[in-house]
């Protein structure tokens, strides 16, 4: 299992985390123009959008492939730690 945690670049990383870095990143409105769901365009929260995510894996993986796209080392929109 640890060497097919080696090649996910989100291991470690909590769904809350994704979510908070990528409407800081974006904002709501920014978020929503990228991933068309509900949940970041009607009355958004992290708390609300964690809930859908989790119940909702294509949408969790659009909002993961996003993260990974936005924050990945090659991206020119890398945030710094």
């Given at each position: 299992?640890?060497?097919?945690?080696?090649?996910?670049?989100?291991?470690?990383?909590?769904l809350e985390k994704v979510v908070t870095?990528?409407?800081?990143?974006?904002?709501?409105?920014?978020?929503?123009?990228?991933?068309?769901?509900?949940?970041?365009?009607?009355?958004?929260?992290?708390?609300?959008?964690?809930?859908?995510?989790?119940?909702?894996?294509?949408?969790?993986?659009?909002?993961?492939?996003?993260?990974?796209?936005?924050?990945?080392?090659?991206?020119?929109?890398?945030?710094?730690?």
């Amino acid at each position: 299992m640890t060497k097919q945690q080696a090649n996910n670049p989100l291991h470690g990383i909590t769904l809350e985390k994704v979510v908070t870095d990528l409407v800081d990143h974006y904002g709501w409105s920014g978020l929503a123009d990228r991933i068309n769901i509900n949940c970041f365009k009607s009355d958004p929260s992290v708390k609300s959008s964690l809930k859908f995510l989790r119940k909702t894996p294509w949408a969790r993986d659009k909002v993961e492939a996003l993260y990974i796209t936005t924050f990945s080392e090659s991206s020119p929109w890398k945030k710094s730690t």
